[in-house]
């Protein structure tokens, strides 16, 4: 199973935010998150390799999609 | 995918360090003192240009700004990072830009201008550093609250071009009304013919800087109060160590240059209130929190298309033509007839703001 946030539209913090409460709240070990600006895609991959995740970057027109795995 | 060079950890140094060597070079070059660039001092000072407020010393459309906005666009425009978007609460960000300013102006500068202060050797900016602190400390309590204004809406390509367009207006003011020496009107544009509106490189010189710094700092998402408020709510230096280069980078410049003058006393352009210089950074670094980014973040979002840092932007120049009609604005003698007053109602907002304005998302 994976979480999906759609942090489209908001600005940084808040993407960062929900991703890292998403890894609380969550126990899944994969994360879809959506993002529509490239300060946001940095922000949430900053934060997630900090923590050791594996991110995937991928552009889909104006927009991103982060495909995140957490370590084991 | 490319990678952004300065979203790298050495990138946002980079730029730190170039904003650091630039701003002290732009004072050898005629800037006030300590104040290279400071975002604050230069909108209020484009407040004055503009006649919306009648505080004679301080009134010059400063280029730099009109640099910063235009650099940012040509960065989003030419790496696809340029989005128009507006909708995300507009007018609660004109009000924490007002309020923003207000609280700057007690201090008597933006973080940029409180760390330029600092590497010149000025200790009031430690005070007001450590109310910038504070106050985005206080902002940190409310996004972990649950504060947000919401999301934005894509709009149209244009509209996102309109606060560009205005800079690129004032800049060609600037050339069909020139400064004219001694004289403290041109064409509609107001100048200054002594105090620090009267201190300023040459333009040409300004908006080149402004230029690059513009370009970079949109590419690096530079922001001082990014800085702080990513460290205590991430425990994330990267921010942080472009403010600690551009620090660094700044206190050699000014060695270099002798611009270097230690102490609390008779610094350009300050006052010694430990106390107000404390209160009025934490009221500017709530108000930064709250809106999202420190007034140059906002000035390089709103190049790149952010309609809602626009609103901001233009928060700010408001609050600096309230500031200095109601006497709100500190100045070397001390603070205004009505600063605590103002300080107190900044508060007022912001705390409503950050209290009320929660939603789940």
Same mark, same amino acid.
């Given at each position: 199973m994976s979480t999906t946030i759609d942090a489209r539209g908001l600005s940084c913090p808040q993407p960062v935010l929900m991703f890292m409460d998403a890894t609380k709240s969550s126990a899944d070990k994969e994360f879809i998150v959506l993002v529509d600006s490239d300060a946001s895609m940095e922000n949430v991959s900053r934060a997630a390799e900090s923590k050791n995740c594996t991110v995937t970057v991928t552009r889909q027109a104006d927009e991103y999609r982060l495909d995140i795995v957490r370590p084991l | 995918m490319v990678k952004n060079f300065f979203s790298t950890r050495k990138g946002i140094i980079t730029v730190g360090a170039v904003i650091g060597i630039l701003a002290p070079l732009l004072q050898k070059l005629g800037n006030p003192g300590n104040m290279g660039i400071c975002v604050a001092c230069f909108g209020r000072d484009i407040a004055g240009g503009l006649g919306l407020h009648r505080a004679d010393v301080v009134q010059y459309l400063r280029p730099e700004i009109i640099g910063f906005v235009l650099g940012s666009l040509a960065a989003a425009l $030419? *790496?696809?990072?340029?989005? =128009?978007?507006?909708?995300? &609460?507009?007018?609660?960000?004109?009000?924490?830009? /007002? *309020? !923003?300013?207000?609280? &700057? @102006?007690? *201090?008597?500068?933006?973080?940029?201008?409180? +760390?330029?202060?600092?590497?010149?050797?000025?200790?009031?900016?430690?005070? %007001?550093?450590?109310?910038? $602190?504070?106050?985005?400390? $206080?902002?940190?309590?409310?996004?972990?609250? %649950?504060?947000?204004?919401?999301?934005?809406?894509?709009?149209?390509?244009? &509209?996102? +071009?309109?606060?560009? @367009?205005?800079? !690129? %207006?004032?800049?060609?003011?600037?050339?069909?009304?020139?400064?004219? =020496?001694?004289?403290?009107?041109?064409? /509609?544009l107001f100048y200054s013919v002594k105090g620090p509106g009267a201190s300023h490189a040459p333009l040409f010189i300004a908006i080149g800087s402004g230029l690059i710094i513009g370009f970079i700092a949109q590419r690096s998402r530079f922001c001082t109060m990014g800085a702080f408020r990513d460290?205590?709510? *991430?425990?994330? /230096?990267?921010?942080?160590?472009?403010?600690? !280069?551009?620090? !660094? &980078? =700044?206190? /050699?410049?000014?060695?270099?240059? %002798?611009q270097f003058h230690m102490g609390f006393e008779k610094q350009p352009v300050a006052h010694n209130l430990h106390i107000w210089n404390f209160i009025g950074m934490a009221l500017a670094g709530l108000a930064f929190a709250l809106a999202g980014g420190c007034p140059g973040r906002q000035i390089f979002l709103s190049g790149e298309g952010d309609g809602d840092a626009a609103v901001f932007v233009f928060g700010m120049i408001t609050g600096s033509a309230f500031a200095h009609n109601f006497g709100l604005a500190s100045s070397p003698a001390g603070l205004g007839p009505h600063g605590m007053a103002a300080v107190a109602a900044g508060f007022a907002a912001c705390l409503f703001i950050g209290f009320t304005m929660r939603k789940t998302i």
């Open positions: - | $030419i *790496f696809k990072d340029y989005r =128009a978007r507006t909708g995300s &609460a507009p007018f609660v960000r004109f009000i924490l830009g /007002v *309020f !923003a300013m207000i609280g &700057a @102006l007690v *201090f008597l500068g933006c973080p940029w201008r409180a +760390l330029l202060r600092l590497s010149g050797g000025d200790w009031n900016a430690i005070l %007001g550093l450590a109310g910038l $602190i504070c106050g985005i400390w $206080i902002g940190t309590l409310f996004l972990k609250n %649950g504060y947000n204004l919401g999301r934005t809406q894509k709009t149209h390509f244009s &509209a996102g +071009l309109l606060m560009p @367009l205005v800079m !690129a %207006g004032f800049l060609i003011l600037m050339l069909i009304y020139p400064q004219v =020496a001694q004289e403290p009107k041109s064409g /509609v460290l205590i709510l *991430f425990k994330q /230096v990267h921010l942080l160590s472009g403010v600690i !280069a551009l620090i !660094a &980078a =700044a206190l /050699v410049m000014n060695l270099i240059l %002798g």
